[in-house]
């Protein structure tokens, strides 16, 4: 349950308990009022239970968005992984390509030049040739033709030397491409895999935010329901203020006509917790971990009004009346669980939630102090109580008037 | 004694007119003839043309620089045998070698010069032997920067023989003619014996030995033969002198003009007019004793 539920339903808890209580004294003022205020309880529980409901579905509808949401996040984050996945092969794909072409160049020059330089020592026996045919018959100049001959051969070895460097290095040259060109090959299937993976994660990714789509239409339809119950409860609220006022009017007068003819002398009932007798002292020992007023939740991103505290105590902890007063109600509320309800007078009320079982009865007087109930066990060791004070039907900090650990 | 003839200068007297053609011509004769022998003398038959053909290469290693291959050059040149060295820088190499083979210039572009440097050594004419160019050749493959030695041991002994063939030729074509010479003087000796037969025979019965007769008269031509064979030789030294004084490509194939001043060569030229005089005086007895016999 949300915390707005619970705002909703502590107010219309404690209206109802409040008229529940109140209604006993006021039957004898008049049966009319008493019937409305049952019609509008009967109206009320039944505007509860679908608040609750809806309450509880658009929880449902926040969580199922919520996961969504993290799905989408996660997908997203995935495409963008995949994105850059691919854009890294891109790149070295391109990288690659240019590699390519520039070896596919000097793999075409050297070619070429391969073919020139066979060419040219073709060229240059047939030169030698011919030369060593014309200086056959010189022997005017034998050791000059001697020693060009052993140039000829050096230039021959030379020019043989360069056309076999030349086609090494273009075997060379021949081989990186054919790595290069496997290595394309390899990146080209790689990119083509992570596109089907980046592809089917596009899908899901859509898939998923039509999904949030629908569960926002879905949370949208909840919470404008959830609105228009809220707007019908508080009316349904001022309705049972005006007959709370009504039976207050009612019993101050019939005060006054038992006062006239007692002749009372007895003091005023309080109106605020500080002028309580005997003062206020803390339900249990523990740390408040709900303060009271506009919170903000970061789960849903919503901001809600808490009209209590919730206290943390030690599992199985005894709850004590924060003063003197009788136990108005005694029973179960959803949302709530178990719910004691004392009445102090003078329109104060304490309300404990959340409670295991009670150890006093609905009429009981309680002093302050006495154990009115314990806390349920938890596997963790810890429970929460929660705790509300009122003071003429409106909701007070309980922190202000009770010293609690915070 | 001196109201007798002289019998020295008999033929002179006897038959001026034909002797004074016969001198000019041998005088021309042995200008030729000294012209040959000293060109002989000098190139030393054909050995200065082979000293000059003839070239040990050695081929330097690639990475040596020019101023090493200058100094082994300087090195080489220090060999007793050796005539010449001199160094060849790769470009020139590479140059030469284009010129040699002029349609390799377009084939090899921008390429690389891929010749080494070398050094080129002449050894001296006279030390043209096998023996002396295989120590010269031992002397080179020795040092570390010489990649290769080129001197024809292939072809070397058989141009060595064919120089020497060509030698003996030489001093033997100047054989001939000597050989010419001495039986064409023979005749000319004899003809003129024959001819001035009278005249000794009146002599004769006058008083004069015949063998007195013979021996003045070839004391005489060997006489006239030795001047005129020193005044052709020191001609044919002049012309020799100035054509290669005029023609210094001849040098490379005969040799300085200097050498001409040589002793060795003025002793060649003397024993060559002594060598003249001696046949001149031998055809002027042959001659005498085959015109006598004739008579008889």
């Known amino acids: 349950m949300t915390p707005g539920a619970r705002r909703i339903l502590s107010a219309f808890l404690v209206a109802a308990v409040s008229l529940g209580i109140l209604f006993p004294s006021a039957a004898g003022g008049g049966r009319d009022v008493a019937a409305e205020l049952r019609r509008e309880r009967g109206r009320l529980l039944e505007m509860k239970k679908r608040e609750e409901k809806t309450a509880r579905e658009l929880t449902e509808a926040l969580w199922k968005e919520k996961r969504s949401k993290g799905r989408v996040d996660e997908l997203q984050e995935g495409l963008k992984r995949q994105r850059r996945l691919l854009s890294r092969i891109d790149r070295k794909i391109s990288a690659l390509s240019d590699r390519l072409d520039r070896v596919e160049k000097a793999v075409r020059e050297l070619g070429a030049a391969h073919g020139r330089a066979r060419s040219e020592l073709r060229r240059a026996e047939f030169v030698a040739f011919s030369g060593q045919r014309a200086g056959a018959l010189d022997l005017w100049h034998p050791s000059d033709r001697e020693r060009e001959r052993h140039f000829m051969r050096v230039y021959l070895a030379a020019d043989a030397e360069g056309v076999a460097r030349i086609t090494r290095a273009r075997e060379k040259k021949e081989e990186e491409l054919t790595g290069i060109e496997r290595q394309v090959a390899v990146t080209e299937k790689k990119r083509t895999r992570e596109k089907k993976v980046g592809d089917t994660l596009l899908s899901r990714q859509e898939a998923e935010r039509a999904r949030l789509s629908g569960i926002e239409r879905e949370k949208k339809r909840k919470e404008k329901e959830l609105k228009s119950l809220r707007a019908k409860i508080a009316r349904m609220e001022s309705v049972v203020s005006r007959v709370e006022r009504q039976v207050k009017e009612r019993e101050r007068r019939a005060r006054k006509e038992a006062a006239g003819k007692s002749a009372r002398g007895s003091a005023e009932a309080p109106r605020r917790f500080a002028s309580l007798s005997g003062g206020l002292s803390a339900p249990l020992a523990g740390k408040v971990v709900t303060r009271f007023g506009r919170q903000h939740d970061t789960t849903f991103d919503v901001t809600i009004e808490n009209r209590g505290v919730e206290i943390e105590a030690f599992s199985g902890a005894s709850v004590k009346s924060v003063g003197h007063g009788e136990v108005a109600f005694a029973g179960a509320v959803s949302g709530f669980g178990n719910v004691l309800i004392v009445q102090h007078g003078g329109g104060l009320f304490s309300v404990y939630g959340r409670m295991e079982s009670f150890l006093v009865k609905q009429g009981e007087v309680v002093k302050k102090g006495t154990v009115v109930g314990r806390l349920p066990e938890s596997p963790s060791g810890k429970s929460v109580l929660y705790l509300e004070l009122r003071a003429g039907g409106t909701a007070i900090d309980p922190t202000s008037v009770i010293p609690l650990d915070r | ?296």
């Open chain 2, 1 to 296: 004694m001196s109201e007798r003839p002289s019998l020295w200068w008999i033929d002179w007297r006897l038959s001026p007119g034909p002797l004074v053609r016969e001198t000019i011509g041998r005088f021309l004769l042995f200008c030729l003839l000294g012209f040959a022998l000293l060109t002989l003398l000098l190139s030393g038959g054909v050995s200065r043309i082979l000293a000059d053909r003839y070239a040990i290469t050695a081929v330097l290693r690639a990475e040596v620089p020019s101023g090493e291959g200058e100094g082994l050059a300087r090195k080489a040149a220090a060999l007793p045998p050796v005539r010449s060295a001199t160094y060849r820088d790769p470009e020139t190499a590479w140059k030469e070698f284009l010129r040699s083979y002029p349609g390799l210039d377009p084939l090899r572009g921008a390429g690389e010069n891929p010749l080494p440097g070398y050094i080129e050594i002449r050894i001296r004419p006279d030390r043209l032997t096998v023996e002396d160019v295989e120590f010269v050749v031992s002397a080179l493959r020795a040092v570390s920067q010489v990649d290769q030695v080129l001197a024809g041991e292939e072809w070397l002994p058989r141009l060595l023989s064919a120089g020497r063939l060509a030698s003996w030729a030489c001093w033997g074509i100047f054989g001939a003619f000597l050989a010419g010479f001495f039986l064409f003087a023979r005749l000319q000796e004899r003809a003129r014996a024959v001819a001035l037969a009278g005249d000794f025979a009146f002599l004769a019965e006058r008083g004069v030995s015949a063998g007195r007769l013979a021996f003045l008269r070839a004391a005489g031509a060997a006489l006239s033969g030795f001047l005129l064979a020193a005044l052709g030789a020191a001609a044919g030294g002049g012309a020799l002198f100035l054509s290669l004084r005029k023609f210094p490509i001849l040098e490379r194939v005969i040799g300085s003009p200097a050498d001409l001043l040589l002793p060795r060569t003025i002793a060649s030229a003397a024993l060559f007019s002594i060598g003249v005089a001696l046949l001149c005086s031998a055809t002027s007895l042959l001659g005498w004793s085959a015109a006598r016999a004739g008579r008889k």
